[in-house]
């Protein structure tokens, strides 16, 4: 079993979590079951699955792990993007934790790869 709380990824990842629930802060109310709630849960999901994967036996195993959390990365990337066309965002709002993500999908891919 791996100790998820000593791997960058996953603190990059918590790092992201702080940063994302700053921002949905500046959500207005009717958003609250729409875009705010879809941000948590891809949010959470980013380190959420790199720790359920580390408890997996197997490298596959965790590997897959590490793709749901990619994947849930590009989603939340998305989600920011699309509050920041529809107004809800600024530039200056997005600006720290869009390269955050970024670099989340490039290291956790990397370390998705190293595994297989």
């Given at each position: 079993m791996r100790n998820f709380?000593?791997?960058?990824?996953?603190?990059?990842?918590m790092e992201i979590v702080d940063l994302v629930y700053e921002l949905v802060k500046k959500?207005?109310?009717?958003?609250?079951?729409?875009?705010?709630?879809q941000m948590c849960k891809c949010v959470i999901s980013m380190p959420s699955?790199?720790?359920?994967?580390?408890?997996?036996?197997?490298?596959?195993?965790?590997?897959?792990?590490?793709?749901?959390?990619i994947g849930s990365a590009f989603e939340l990337e998305t989600q920011i993007l699309a509050g920041n066309r529809i107004g809800h965002?600024?530039?200056?709002?997005?600006?720290?934790?869009?390269?955050?993500i970024l670099k989340f999908q490039k290291s956790?891919?990397?370390?998705?790869?190293?595994?297989?």
């Open positions: 709380r000593k791997l960058d990824i996953w603190n990059l990842g959500l207005p109310r009717e958003e609250t079951y729409g875009l705010r709630s699955n790199i720790a359920e994967g580390c408890s997996r036996s197997s490298n596959k195993d965790f590997a897959r792990f590490l793709e749901i959390s965002f600024t530039e200056e709002d997005i600006v720290n934790v869009i390269p955050k956790t891919n990397a370390y998705r790869i190293k595994l297989l």
